[in-house]
């Protein structure tokens, strides 16, 4: 079993930056892709950055491209999301995923899932 932990959300001013961290354990494989969604109320759950597997491409949604970046460590058990120049659009709950999915856009396509984390941005 797989699990995801994240953490690092909160209250932040527009403008503001914020860190998320995402905590993997279980029986990971280092070479399954790693990404962050995020749903805001009334709204689908997407995709606003991913790690690529297997030497597959990385992705940053348009919407947060140039202001938000993905990482990992090198063994592979911690995700991370820089979150810089935050907009009250930004707000939502913003969860962690790891898998091997086919597209990387595909919710359903994730295996693994953290609980969330709540990002609130204030104007």
């Known amino acids: 079993q797989v699990q995801l932990v994240e953490s690092g959300g909160g209250l932040v001013q527009a403008g503001g930056s914020l860190r998320l961290s995402c905590a993997i354990s279980?029986?990971?494989?280092?070479?399954?892709?790693v990404a962050w969604f995020r749903q805001a109320p009334g709204k689908e759950r997407e995709l606003v950055a991913a790690?690529?597997?297997?030497?597959?491409?990385?992705h940053t949604a348009d919407s947060v491209k140039g202001r938000f970046s993905i990482s990992r460590d090198n063994a592979g058990k911690m995700v991370f999301l820089q979150m810089n120049s935050v907009k009250p659009e930004d707000t939502a709950v913003y969860y962690c995923?790891?898998?091997?999915?086919?597209?990387?856009?595909?919710?359903?396509?994730?295996?693994?899932w953290g609980q969330g984390t709540q990002v609130t941005v204030s104007s």
């Open positions: 790690l690529g597997w297997r030497g597959s491409r990385n």
């Open positions: 279980g029986r990971t494989v280092t070479s399954w892709a």
């Open positions: 995923a790891t898998g091997t999915p086919v597209p990387y856009s595909e919710p359903r396509k994730w295996a693994y």
